[in-house]
């Protein structure tokens, strides 16, 4: 058996796996072609294909994907079956969602939890321009800005109670939404085991201190902004990356989206959005009136968020669980983060 | 940074083997490749951190828990007594433990001084917070200073 074969990850060891899990759900052979694993994420790994069977004598042919969370990931132990169920809940809403179709918390198919969406077309712009200017010209950044909050409004006024979500997550109050995050990062960011930050200490004093209450508990995507969802000419096609969804404070996403490292220099947020606009725009959509002072809060934490994201990565390469080499790049940019989250605090305090 | 320099070279030798040159279709790319393994292997026994920069951050660190031992006085901080310097030809790992014991100590410090603000007179806390904020400060902009700009868009591209 070839090196790649023994790779449990590896594309000829997922194909044969997918082969016999959707023959099975299929009732009649599968084949899996055009199987492509990309290379976007450093979490869950991600995988393209088409899936081509028969039925009653008619070829089918489907485009998925593949998500599978592996045990050596940076946020391992991994469950799917919170974004499955987002997704699901999600699904014809005013979210844009690929459909869901299996998953599994158990590591017996794939040696890991992994679940299987639709494939939808477009492609995710990023938000870092190789001249460092504007990544949309003006017409579609209208476009898509309106679509990008229209679809933030929609997560945020969805009514998640009755819905397998609620079961799914902890409990989570208008009071202890807020708290709730900050010790979750907390907990990711110990579990890294890197060295001790002066500055993180702080942040960390400061955001206990400053702790805010919901105006409502919604569900928050986590990682809303550039980079992911999905485009097509104009068209926001799906909303990606449902990895970090959890209830809480709806001030939290609006806080992801402002942070400086989705606009570089650009004056558009997520380079989609004025500030102003946003928070008009969403407060007419939602009805939740936005109060920037939360925001500012949340644009601390998610920055603290940030922060333990880069040093999950960077322990998880120390600990010799990846080779990618994107991951020490990402520690190496760990005093830019810390430098602008001591000016964040300096600016709110 | 914050990765050990070993594990880093190791990496970019097991990317390099593992990674890279299997996709390289380029014979002298494949020979440039293999010339880059070699020479991470005859780095990985002869380097290792410039010193500098830890020297001044200790010298800095015992500056200040100095300085908050003074303005902590009569008080229940955790602070001890001062720290020895470290000796001119410290080894840089070794001056790395000791960089990163004192910064455990200043957010020992940090960490009591939110606890116990209410109980402390307020010129106390703000002459502790501005000795604190000033050091980080310091702290963050040396270690800008050996932060080149990431290349994001590149890796994301991959062009």
Redesign the interface.
């Known amino acids: 058996m070839s090196v790649a074969e023994q790779d449990p990850f590896g594309e000829e060891s997922v194909r044969r796996r997918l082969a016999a899990f959707l023959s099975a759900r299929h009732g009649s052979d599968t084949r899996i072609e055009k199987l492509k694993r990309f290379?976007?994420g450093f979490s869950w790994l991600t995988y393209g294909f088409e899936a081509c069977w028969s039925e009653r004598g008619v070829e089918q042919r489907r485009g998925l994907i593949l998500r599978i969370g592996p045990p050596n990931g940076i946020f391992a132990p991994y469950k799917a079956s919170l974004q499955f169920h987002a997704q699901q809940v999600l699904h014809g809403s005013g979210v844009p969602v690929p459909r869901v179709y299996w998953h599994s918390d158990a590591s017996d198919l794939f040696d890991a939890p992994f679940f299987i969406c639709e494939r939808v077309a477009g492609e995710a712009p990023?938000p870092?321009?190789?001249d460092g200017g504007e990544v949309f010209d003006d017409a579609t950044r209208e476009q898509l800005a309106e679509q990008f909050v229209g679809a933030l409004a929609a997560l945020h006024t969805f009514e998640w109670r009755g819905t397998p979500l609620e079961d799914i997550e902890r409990p989570v109050t208008a009071h202890n939404a807020a708290l709730s995050q900050i010790e979750f990062w907390e907990e990711v960011t110990s579990r890294s085991r890197?060295?001790?930050?002066?500055?993180?200490?702080?942040a960390l004093?400061w955001l206990?201190?400053n702790c805010p209450a919901a105006p409502r508990v919604s569900i928050v995507h986590g990682d809303y902004r550039i980079?992911n969802f999905l485009e097509q000419d104009g068209r926001i096609t799906a909303i990606l990356d449902w990895e970090l969804t959890h209830l809480g404070d709806p001030h939290e996403d609006i806080g992801f989206i402002g942070l400086r490292a989705w606009s570089g220099r650009s004056p558009y947020l997520c380079q989609l959005i004025r500030r102003e606009d946003l928070y008009a725009r969403y407060e007419a959509l939602t009805g939740i009136k936005v109060d920037p002072d939360i925001v500012r809060f949340y644009e601390v934490l998610n920055n603290f968020k940030l922060f333990a994201i880069h040093?999950a990565a960077?322990g998880c390469?120390?600990a010799?669980r990846f080779?990618?080499?994107?991951m020490?790049?990402m520690?190496?940019?760990?005093?830019?983060i810390?430098?602008q989250l001591?000016r964040m605090i300096?600016g709110v305090a | 940074m914050n990765n050990s320099l070993a594990r880093i070279l190791d990496g970019m030798i097991a990317t390099l083997r593992t990674e890279v040159i299997p996709r390289l279709d380029d014979e002298f790319a494949r020979g440039q490749a293999f010339g880059a393994v070699d020479l991470l292997n005859n780095l990985k026994p002869r380097i290792d951190w410039l010193v500098t920069p830890l020297f001044d951050e200790v010298r800095d660190q015992r500056a200040l828990l100095a300085r908050l031992a003074e303005v902590f006085r009569g008080t229940a901080a955790p602070l001890e007594a001062a720290f020895e310097e470290p000796g001119a030809g410290t080894p840089a790992h070794a001056l790395e433990q000791l960089r990163n014991e004192l910064d455990m100590k200043i957010c020992a410090s940090i960490d009591w001084l939110a606890r116990e603000r209410a109980a402390l007179p307020a010129a106390t806390v703000a002459a502790a917070e501005a000795a604190i904020k000033q050091h980080m400060q310091v702290q963050l902009k040396r270690e800008m200073s050996l932060t080149p700009k990431p290349l994001f868009a590149e890796i994301a591209r991959a062009e």
Do not use: C, K, M, S
């Open positions: 290379t976007v990023i870092w321009a190789p890197l060295r001790p930050f002066p500055a993180v200490a702080w004093a206990r201190a980079g040093t960077a390469f120390e010799g080779n990618d080499l994107r020490p790049a520690g190496a940019q760990i005093p830019r810390l430098l001591e300096e």
